[in-house]
């Protein structure tokens, strides 16, 4: 199976920046539709980002104009660049397939994004 980790999470002020980068361990970031997901306790993980064939990017409405999704094919990185933070935005974020294929790609560990003052 597909081992997916996720890092660049932290504790933010409001109104800051982070960037999450996922690495994989077989070369499907660059191939295949990825996207960015993330939870919150009591909450079903949800799809704030992802990117398709030809660059094709979506984002969640909740993110949109804040947070960027790119594929760094020469480090062989998913990243989120997330801008403009609010406390809404605190949770685990995971990379995974979009649409998700468990059975190939399991969740990683997430990073962990705080937007606290």
């Known amino acids: 199976q597909v081992q997916l980790v996720e890092s660049g999470g932290g504790l933010v002020q409001p109104g800051g920046s982070l960037r999450l980068s996922c690495t994989a361990s077989e070369n499907i970031l660059s191939i295949l539709s990825m996207g960015w997901y993330r939870q919150t306790p009591g909450k079903e993980r949800e799809l704030v980002a992802s990117i398709h064939d030809n660059d094709l990017r979506k984002y969640s409405d909740s993110v949109k104009g804040r947070f960027t999704i790119s594929r760094d094919n020469a480090k062989k990185t998913l990243n989120l660049q997330m801008n403009i933070l609010k406390p809404e935005d605190t949770a685990v974020y995971y990379c995974?397939?979009?649409?998700?294929?468990?059975?190939?790609?399991?969740w990683g560990q997430g990073t962990q994004v705080t937007v606290s003052s």
């Open positions: 995974n397939l979009v649409p998700l294929q468990l059975g190939y790609a399991g």
